[in-house]
């Protein structure tokens, strides 16, 4: 059979509280699932909004974290995939509000191999670098994206998170939310921090109104999310090429 197909992983953090990294997992799984990737996004924040929120399947059927905490051995990718709850072919694995149940670092690990074995793309919503899922999964995470504000408390919080990034990830990207401050702001920034700037988040309006309709981010291709969701895939797959060759 010779090399065994494997999954990019791609995760996702926050530099500080509420800045969209759920939105902006959710929206690199749907771009990856519309560039025909079989692409599963992974919910890493327990205690977060919960991604099938921002996906608007949260009343739907199928396999969620409190379901696998029991796992024992190697898990059946294909078969779990085919268990999870979708949204436009996009399989989403995440908690459950209603049931708090703590899933080991062995399992999450497992887990997370599993997907990578049968899918093309796993986006993964990490949690702060100082949980305990954020170390069970981070060393299997080929390339991290720091999505931070750009705020002055913003900015101090994504300096701390992206000391510890650097040190647990190859690549780390900086994605900087902005209000309109333009590329000099977002490069003195990337300076500041040491991170390659990787793409300017532009505030997307309706965003807000998306998600109580049910329309996933990224799913309107003009979009903001959708634009920054493209310009990260493309990324990956120009270092996959060059990784190759």
Do not use: N, Y
């Amino acid at each position: 059979m010779g090399h065994m197909k494997t999954a990019h992983i791609i995760g996702v953090v926050g530099g500080s509280g509420a800045v969209g990294a759920s939105a902006l997992t959710a929206a690199i799984g749907v771009r990856g699932e519309r560039a025909g990737l079989r692409t599963v996004c992974l919910d890493g924040d327990r205690l977060g909004g919960g991604l099938d929120v921002t996906l608007g399947i949260e009343q739907e059927h199928g396999v969620r974290w409190p379901d696998l905490a029991g796992a024992r051995g190697r898990i059946d990718g294909a078969e779990l995939i085919r268990a999870l709850p979708t949204v436009d072919g996009l399989a989403v694995l995440s908690f459950d509000r209603a049931r708090d149940v703590r899933v080991t670092a062995e399992v999450l690990h497992e887990v997370l191999q599993a997907l990578r074995r049968s899918a093309d793309l796993v986006v993964v919503d990490l949690p702060r670098p100082d949980h305990e899922v954020f170390c069970a999964l981070a060393p299997s995470v080929e390339t991290i994206v720091l999505l931070a504000g750009s705020g002055i408390c913003d900015l101090a919080g994504a300096s701390a998170i992206a000391a510890h990034l650097i040190r647990e990830c190859p690549a780390v990207w900086l994605c900087l939310r902005s209000h309109g401050q333009g590329g000099p702001f977002a490069e003195t920034v990337a300076l500041a921090l040491d991170l390659p700037l990787l793409a300017i988040l532009r505030e997307e309006p309706s965003l807000a109104t998306d998600v109580l309709h049910g329309i996933p981010p990224g799913a309107s291709p003009k979009g903001a999310l959708a634009a920054v969701a493209d310009a990260i895939l493309a990324q990956l797959v120009v270092d996959a090429q060059r990784d190759a060759s």
